[in-house]
């Protein structure tokens, strides 16, 4: 089955992506580029381009429901990681079909019983 991640990109032009700050890289150990986000609270980092009321994370590359890809997949931030597309391993995220209806996608199909 093809990833259908690569022709989305719905989530990341959906939300806030807001992760703690200790995974940056201008912290002991953090991997997200520093350089891509900014401080939200005292302890938050958010994307940049994801605090806006038409959302899109600068990491993002390329077209929405066209092709995409994250400059960033290696170190994106823990939110990323554990957004999974609804379907994928016969998890449910009904978050993810409603990121896509958002951009006028079409839902995935549920996971398999
Ligand atoms: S909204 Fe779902 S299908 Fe689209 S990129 Fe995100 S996880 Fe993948
Ligand atoms: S860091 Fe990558 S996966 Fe996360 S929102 Fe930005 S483009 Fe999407």
Redesign the pocket.
Known sequence: MTNPCLSC?A??ANSR?VFDASEADDQPGGF?PSC?CAEYTDTLRI?EG?DYARPQ?????GRVGEK?S????AS??S??RD?ESHGLYGISNVACNDARRRHGLPPLPNPKP
């Open positions: 990109g989530c990341c992506v997200v891509l994307m994801t994370c600068v990491a993002l590359s995409v994250c400059d960033i997949y994106r931030p939110p990323c957004f």
